[in-house]
């Protein structure tokens, strides 16, 4: 299993991915931390915004939702298991998210009324 984080700022992009072999819990929690960070970082660039950053996000899902159809975790089991932690929508980084759809609300609207005038 592979989860992506994509971060956009103005002019460049960085890609990052996690990858392993993911027990339920430590799947969760590797899901959101990097969907949390795409969500904070990913919006700040053109292509991010309208490509990049909503690919990255429905591809963790899509991940997230193989992970969720596993069993739960044995106890005894070898290895430690990561604490799955707040979810991602509580977390204060996806409060982040509003500043790009306000961002794009605004240029929707000049567009409109630009074209309107």
């Known amino acids: 299993m592979t989860f992506r984080a994509h971060q956009g ?12 072999p993911f027990c339920r819990p ?3 929690a590797v899901f959101r931390e ?3 960070k795409t969500l904070w970082q990913g919006w700040w660039s053109p292509l991010s915004l309208v490509l990049f950053t909503p690919g990255t996000l429905i591809i963790n899902g899509v991940a ?3 992970i969720n159809k596993l069993s739960a975790p044995v106890p ?6 990561l604490q799955p932690g707040t979810p991602v929508l ?4 996806s409060l982040a998210v509003i500043l ?3 961002w794009a609300g605004w240029v929707i609207a000049n567009i409109i ?3 309107t005038s």
């Not at 700022?9 to 392993?20: A, E, I, K, P, T």
């Open 9 to 20: 700022v103005l002019l460049w992009m960085r890609f990052s991915s996690l990858q392993g």
């Open 26 to 28: 430590c799947g969760t």
């Open 34 to 36: 990097m969907t949390g």
């Open 64 to 66: 997230l939702a193989r």
């Open 76 to 81: 005894g089991q070898p290895g430690q298991q």
């Open 90 to 93: 509580r977390r204060p980084t």
């Open 100 to 102: 790009p759809l306000i």
């Open 113 to 115: 009324n630009d074209l």
